[in-house]
């Protein structure tokens, strides 16, 4: 990592060393890259998307220490060190599975491009309030664009989730009673 | 578009930080949350050549109670404002404030120092602490100095930080039973920048509003203080009357500029109504025991 001082070499690269969807990674990253570009072009998991680039809509949205932030608002020198999540990893360790099976059967989605970060917020959303109302769960939404569906069928679906997480948990585990 | 090359920098004290920003006089950034510097290097509004990320300084973090004051450090997410037990019961309104800021995950990210130092006109967090009589503690070359809420916000985007200085903290002073708070602002869409907001905190005593403090944002270059508002009430009981005047006093203390999609004269209105709104909902709560 370079040293504060050091202007003239401004651009080489370093060295980043994070978990990224449980596993260890490194990769050599120029300090200006944003991590959303070092996901997609370095580590080449394209789930992660670059929209607007300056906040404002959502689509690049990751879980770093398992929080929700904008992946176009950090530089990935910054996450060194750090665990990352894309959706690639929420979707193949299965933890947004109904989510998922949700948005496909409502009709949540239509080119796409939103979703990953969709499901990002509404996964950082119901992991801290299994039960937010439509108005909690807009309010959530207020920083994802979506351009194509409206975003009705979006809170239906995860107005639905959270009603059939929270079901789930309160019928007693199987087995248990016998 | 993407950032001019520069360099990083990994601070872990604050010392570290203020001997790197020294080296590198006006050609250093301190990076908090980025949520605001990112963009602005994203756009090329600014172009520093080293960036020093003081997101690993452990002194910059914490809530605590020292005495009178709460102690916030500037690494204080703007999310932890709604998590935070000591907030919630010494500083309740920067809770209060808290989910009109940004959107989720920018809260998980945006930090207190970073949108004080800031000092963006319409954001929530720079009035608040206005409203509150925070003080900054600020670290530099020459050691370190406590500058009052009135004097800390000096122009637009301008604050009592020289160059190479690092906002370390805000301390507040504790919030107490016979206090009021009351927060609004008026958008156009949740989690945009407010067209105008207020947030205020009164002191009660015998019913009667003994001495209250009322900040304004987006109301011109700097978060403001009402203070003809707040004579108009000190001492006061308070009812539709006294509302009224209140609300004719702001006229007294707002001088907003006419922008491209809000006349002067609209700003003002909205000002006024959110004014009363928040007096109202002051005028409800004054005889209760908190
Ligand atoms: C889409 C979007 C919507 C937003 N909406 C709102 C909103 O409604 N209201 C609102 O208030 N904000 C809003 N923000 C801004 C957000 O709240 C920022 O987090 C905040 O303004 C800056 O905090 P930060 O920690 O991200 O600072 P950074 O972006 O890291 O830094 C901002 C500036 O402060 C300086 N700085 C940071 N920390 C310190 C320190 N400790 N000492 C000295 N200087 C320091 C930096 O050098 C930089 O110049 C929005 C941002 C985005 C992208
Ligand atoms: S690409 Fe990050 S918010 Fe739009
Ligand atoms: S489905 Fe196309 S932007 Fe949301």
Redesign the interface.
């Known amino acids: 990592m370079s040293r504060a001082g050091d202007l003239d070499e401004a651009d080489d690269a370093v060295r980043v060393r994070m978990v990224v969807n449980g596993r260890k990674t490194a990769c050599d990253v120029a300090p200006r890259d944003t991590l959303v570009d070092c996901l997609r072009n370095q580590l080449e998991l394209t789930g992660t998307h670059a929209g607007c680039e300056m906040g404002a809509c959502g689509a690049c949205l990751v879980q770093l220490d398992g929080r929700a932030v904008h992946a176009c608002l950090m530089f990935a020198v910054q996450a060194d060190g750090a665990r990352i999540d894309t959706i690639e990893g929420l979707a193949e360790s299965g933890v947004i599975a109904d989510l998922q099976a949700e948005f496909h059967r409502r009709n949540a989605l239509q080119c796409g491009f939103c979703t990953p970060g969709m499901l990002m917020t509404a996964h950082d959303l119901l992991s801290h309030d299994a039960r937010p109302d439509r108005e909690t769960i807009r309010d959530a939404l207020s920083g994802n664009f979506c351009r194509c569906t409206g975003y009705e069928a979006i809170v239906d679906a995860i107005a639905a989730v959270a009603e059939a997480r929270t079901t789930k948990a309160s019928q007693p585990a199987e087995g248990s009673s016998s | 578009?993407?950032?001019?090359?520069?360099?990083?920098?990994?601070a872990r004290t604050i010392d570290?930080a203020l001997?790197?920003a020294a080296?590198?006089g006006d050609?250093a950034r301190f990076?908090a949350g980025?949520?605001s510097l990112?963009?602005a290097?994203?756009?090329r509004l600014q172009a520093p050549?080293?960036?020093?990320?003081i997101?690993h300084i452990d002194d910059l973090s914490g809530v605590t109670r020292e005495g009178e004051w709460l102690r916030i450090g500037a690494l204080t997410r703007h999310?932890q404002m709604l998590t935070e037990p000591l907030i919630a019961q010494f500083a309740p309104l920067l809770r209060a404030a808290a989910?009109y800021v940004?959107?989720?995950?920018?809260r998980?990210?945006g930090t207190l120092g970073g949108s004080v130092a800031l000092a963006d006109p319409a954001s929530e967090f720079p009035a608040v602490v206005l409203a509150l009589g925070a003080e900054m503690e600020i670290a530099g070359p020459a050691g370190r100095r406590r500058v009052g809420a009135d004097e800390f916000f000096v122009d637009l985007f301008e604050t009592a930080l020289a160059p190479g200085e690092l906002l370390v903290a805000v301390h507040v002073p504790l919030f107490r039973a016979n206090q009021r708070i009351a927060f609004d602002e008026l958008a156009r869409?949740?989690?945009d920048y407010a067209l105008v907001g207020c947030g205020m905190i009164a002191t009660v005593e015998q019913d009667l509003i003994a001495d209250i403090r009322v900040a304004l944002f987006s109301v011109g270059n700097v978060p403001t203080r009402a203070r003809s508002v707040e004579a108009a009430l000190a001492g006061a009981c308070l009812d539709a009357d006294r509302i009224a005047a209140a609300q004719a006093a702001l006229d007294g203390d707002l001088a907003p500029d006419d922008s491209d999609d809000v006349p002067a004269a609209m700003r003002l209105h909205l000002a006024r109504v959110l004014l009363g709104r928040l007096l109202g909902s002051l005028l409800g709560r004054l005889g209760e025991t908190a």
């Open positions: 578009m993407k950032a001019r090359a520069f360099s990083y920098f990994r570290e001997d790197a080296r590198s050609e990076i980025g949520q990112v963009p290097l994203a756009l050549r080293l960036l020093i990320d997101n999310c989910p940004a959107h989720p995950a920018i998980n990210r869409r949740r989690g």
